[in-house]
């Protein structure tokens, strides 16, 4: 009777002893940390450094008056030698700055010259600077004509030089991998293969710390606190959930999931360039759809598809991490700059609506822009995760209530696995909106219908596409004409108008002009290469696809056929809309509807983005999940948006040259699914009528 919790013991004790031998033996091969300023990999070193730049001497980043370094996992036992190389070049006219350094209870005042120099300073052993070393740096800034930016000093290069052998390994780093490990062994289920899972995580750990210090021990108590976090929140849902079959490593949805990041890697990594790309999306295509029609054949809890998504982006976040990526798209250094610009200035002008500053401005407040890389794909990753359990719940719900309905997990598992969203995923902020625009069609879904409203409000404060579900949600309250419909009425518009007044009357009280300058900016743009009707013009006239360099360009057309586009665009939005009117309707095709209506408008739309896709993908799984649709449909429609995120990776990031006809195939994927959803959810159903009733009872 009490052998096995001795023997859990004795795992644990041999779990114990293996992250104090690794972190010791780590500890004592692996380099000093260095912080290669400048570099990809000062992610997890700067703080507070303006953009990165190179020169004749090496990669640099200018301190804007007070910056840092941060150095971690240097052990115990032995004092440290810091070196900073510095540069302050100046014009004749201007004096060199006066510049603080400061380790530990060390400072000093120097005044760097123009070309770089070494600076060393000793850091005591008696220091506790085993877990971090941190270095100082403040000095008067200069602003150049013509430059936004106030810049102090450049910086280099900050290393550490051991002036002895260390004794003991960061005490804070042993705890990290340890509990890294024991969050691991949850997905073994006897003792022997938690304890085999527990010391092969252990393992990697130490060999990534020894190969890449730099780019894996900040990072590492990041990893043990978020891997913590999500075990005790699996946890707590598996108890909700009644009793299912878990999923194990060796399923093809989770090789499916696995296989589709390491190819990801090989393009991250620049492994795989040029025309190679393009077998390589297809094979993550095709680990896509063989994962989820495979998957359809089980039935799933909602721990299990959150866990196969939190799997899938901390993957991606490690393959970042570790090759220097993180934070490369040019819109996270834009999101940044407008961040720090709301809480600088109050409202910058900007081409978004006004309530995306704020998340922009929460994700910046520690004014670095390297945590801000950091922060905006966990942020994503977030939303994602509220993206799966909003397909997974839509679906759910339906059943509960109709008794129709099995592919909601299907569906919810491709959000969940597919690779072929993480460009997106990693630098853009579209999750977010997409995310509120998911929770809202719950709430409704629930009859909350307040809740809804706010959902909405604040979506498309963020990002305006949310806002075209709630017409259709209200006029299908409307239709119902009873007192209770209008209560929910009241209840809907009330939320919605709150939420938009909380997110947006601040902005439009410091300066009304750059409030309104997004709807004037957007009002007033171009046809894009990327955009559906690039294509329908290149029937009219062939030869504007060399007058085209890149897709993201824009391209004259007169104003005849802009109005012509948006004519189009307007009367498909009022077809669904009015839709919502038919009594014959049900509640669950006006889910449907709500959800479709931003994803045709982005279709449609004449300023077409890449990233676009990841809230057509979501509005479209929804969708279906909320119509009820069977496994063979479900399994056509993943197949159709595959080819349609597959497609969209060789328009942008990885253009290929005949991006043209992977648009088209894009488009046509897309509209195919998106029609498919609306007939579906727009065909009478007189059966459903007669079993359900002529609508809800909202």
């Known amino acids: 009777m009490n052998d096995e919790p001795r023997c859990s013991w004795f795992y644990l004790a041999g779990i114990v002893l293996t992250a104090l031998l690794i972190a010791g033996g780590a500890t004592a091969l692996a380099l ?131 002036l002895g052998d260390p004794v003991l390994p960061p005490l804070q780093h042993t705890l990290a991998i340890l509990a890294i490990g024991l969050a691991a062994s949850f997905a073994g289920r006897h003792p022997l293969i938690r304890t085999s899972i527990a010391l092969g995580a252990i393992g990697v750990c130490g060999v990534l710390w020894v190969w890449f210090p730099m780019r894996t021990t900040p990072f590492l108590p990041f990893y043990a606190l978020l891997l913590g976090s999500a075990t005790i929140l699996f946890a ?63 039935s799933w809890s909602l721990p299990d598809l959150l866990r196969i998504a939190l799997i899938v982006r901390l993957l991606a ?45 929460l994700m910046a407040l520690p004014a670095s822009r390297e945590l801000f890389a950091l922060a905006l794909p966990l942020c994503n990753t977030a939303a994602d995760l509220l993206i799966v359990w909003g397909i997974w ?37 579209d999750s977010l909106p997409t995310a509120l625009l998911a929770l809202g069609l719950v709430a409704f879904a629930h009859r909350r219908m307040g809740w809804s409203g706010v959902a909405l409000g604040i979506g498309g404060a963020l990002k305006w596409t949310p806002w075209l579900a709630a017409p259709v949600l209200a006029f299908g309250i409307a239709r119902l004409r009873s007192s209770r419909s209008f209560t929910s009425l009241w209840a809907f518009a009330a ?60 391209f004259e057309t007169g104003r005849g056929f802009v109005g012509v586009a948006v004519a189009v665009q307007g009367a498909t939005l009022a077809g669904l809309m009015l839709n919502a009117l038919r009594p014959a309707l049900s509640e669950w095709r006006l889910i449907a509807l709500a959800a479709l209506t931003p994803a045709i408008f982005l279709l449609l ?18 969708a279906s999940a909320a119509v009820g649709d069977s496994p063979r449909v479900v399994r056509n429609l993943v197949l159709l948006l ?26 046509i994927t897309a509209a195919s699914a998106l029609g498919w959803i609306v007939a579906g959810a727009t065909r009478q159903s007189t059966a459903h009528f007669h079993r359900h009733g002529k609508g809800a009872d909202l």
Not at 518 to 544: D, K, N
Not at 605 to 622: E, G
Request: with cysteine; glycine share 10%; charged share 15%.
């Open 32 to 162: 000093p940390p260095v912080c290669d300023v400048g570099a990809g990999e000062d992610v997890g070193c700067a703080r507070g450094f303006e953009t990165r730049e190179r020169d004749g001497y090496g990669s640099f980043r200018w301190t804007d008056g007070d910056a840092g370094v941060v150095l971690s996992a240097a052990g115990y036992g032995a004092p440290h030698l810091v070196e900073i190389v510095m540069a302050a070049p100046r014009p004749p006219d201007v004096s060199p700055p006066s510049t603080t350094l400061s380790v530990a209870a060390t400072s000093i005042m120097i005044t760097p010259p123009a070309a770089p120099r070494r600076y060393r300073l000793l850091h005591p052993p008696d220091f506790p600077a085993g877990e971090t070393i941190r270095i100082a740096i403040q000095s008067e800034t200069w602003k150049p004509d013509g430059d936004r930016r106030n810049l102090g000093v450049l910086v280099y290069l900050v290393r550490v030089r051991l």
């Open 393 to 429: 719940q839509i679906g759910f719900q339906r059943r509960a209530v109709t008794g129709e309905g099995t592919g909601a997990a299907a569906l919810a598992c491709f959000y969940a696995l597919s690779s072929l969203l993480l460009p997106f995923w990693h630098g853009k902020y």
């Open 642 to 667: 595959t080819i349609t995120q597959a497609a969209n990776l060789l328009v942008w990031p990885n253009t290929v040259p005949w991006w043209p006809l992977a648009s088209a195939v894009m488009f």
């Open 495 to 554: 939320g919605g108008m709150i939420a938009v007044a909380v997110t947006s009357i601040p902005f439009a009280l410091i300066d009304w002009e750059r409030f309104l300058a997004p709807y004037t900016l957007q009002g007033g743009r171009a046809i894009t290469g990327e955009s559906l009707w690039f294509l329908v013009f290149l029937v009219i006239a062939p030869e504007h696809w060399s007058r085209l360099p890149t897709p993201w360009g824009a």
């Open 317 to 361: 976040l490690t393959t970042r991490l570790l090759s220097g990526e993180i934070g490369s798209d040019p819109d996270v250094e834009l999101f940044y700059n407008y961040g720090r610009a709301t809480l600088e200035l109050g409202l910058p002008v900007v081409e978004y609506p006004s309530g995306a500053l704020i998340p922009w401005a």
């Open 605 to 622: 739309n004449r300023v077409f983005s890449p990233q676009y896709i990841l809230t057509i993908t979501a509005a479209a799984l929804i």
């Open 236 to 298: 707590w849902l598996k108890r909700r959930e009644p009793a299912r079959q878990p999923v194990w490593f060796g399923e093809p949805v989770v090789l499916a999931a696995i296989g589709g990041v390491l190819l990801d890697a090989l393009i991250v990594t620049g492994v795989t360039r040029g025309s190679w790309v393009v077998p390589v999306i297809g094979a993550q295509a095709t680990l896509a759809v063989w994962g989820v029609w495979r998957a359809d054949r089980r």
